[in-house]
């Protein structure tokens, strides 16, 4: 069992930024897969960001590259979003998840999820 814990979320204005945090009490953390994801209210979850477990691969969905980065430090066991020039189209509930083997942008695939953190951005 892998807790995951996010935070960081906020109220922010167009064009500012923001940096999530996920953070787990496991020493396994290094093993994992990491993943952003978002959901807004009434949509599907969707994908936002992925990296390997030691830090050398990432994945960006289309409508955040550039814009936002992906990061971890095995050390802290603690995975970090980095969020700038935010849109209002970025609110949404913002959840970590981590996933054992092969990585995918597949949110069902994930085993373990946080408890998600709200990012709200105003226009």
Do not use: H
């Not at 807790?3 to 396994?28: I, K």
């Not at 979850?45 to 830090?55: E, L, T």
């Not at 814009?67 to 970090?80: C, E, P, V």
């Amino acid at each position: 069992q892998v807790q995951l814990v996010e935070s960081g979320g906020g109220l922010v204005q167009a064009g500012g930024s923001l940096r999530l945090s996920c953070t787990t009490p496991g020493r396994t953390f290094s093993t994992y897969n990491m993943a952003w994801f978002r959901q807004a209210p009434g949509k599907e979850r969707d994908f936002v960001a992925r990296i390997s477990p030691n830090g050398g691969n990432t994945d960006y969905a289309d409508s955040v590259k550039g814009r936002f980065t992906i990061s971890r430090d095995n050390a802290k066991r603690s995975l970090y979003l980095q969020m700038n020039s935010l849109k209002p189209e970025d609110t949404a509930v913002y959840y970590c998840a981590a996933r054992r083997v092969i990585p995918t942008n597949t949110p069902n695939a994930y085993s373990y999820w946080g408890q998600g953190t709200q990012v709200t951005i105003s226009s």
